[in-house]
């Protein structure tokens, strides 16, 4: 993951995220995660592996509508770098591509919805 992605790690990721949605949303009202499936296309864009990103965005296309509201924590005003041996922590401008890929899918998906959606903090 993170800089070591592969395909298939991404693939992984991504299908694994909306498999847990999925099933989730069919037992509870509301769902709370730390994550979205767009949060895999995004690492997946920034690996370079664009074909893919492609794919799974078609895909979450039909999937968005799930999300009714995201906070999202910027890391400008969130610094919360922790070792954990797996989250790349100590490359900022990789994080940075990261977030601003991020924040751009979901502008996309979103369009005009964006600011009603989207929580940036």
Request: proline share 0%; glycine share 2%; hydrophobic share 40%.
């Amino acid at each position: 993951i993170n800089k070591k992605a592969t395909k298939s790690s991404q693939m992984w990721i991504f299908t694994r995220q909306i498999e847990r949605e999925l099933k989730y949303l069919s037992v509870y009202d509301i769902v709370i995660t730390d994550r979205t499936a767009v949060d895999a296309i995004a690492y997946t864009y920034v690996a370079g592996f664009r074909y893919l990103a492609s794919a799974m965005l078609s895909l979450v296309t039909d999937h968005i509508h799930v999300y009714e509201k995201i906070i999202f924590k910027r890391i400008v005003t969130n610094d919360f770098w922790h070792q954990d041996g797996i989250r790349e922590t100590t490359d900022s401008r990789y994080r940075q591509v990261v977030e601003d890929q991020l924040i751009d899918l979901y502008r996309d998906l979103f369009g005009a919805d964006f600011n009603k959606v989207m929580e940036l903090k």
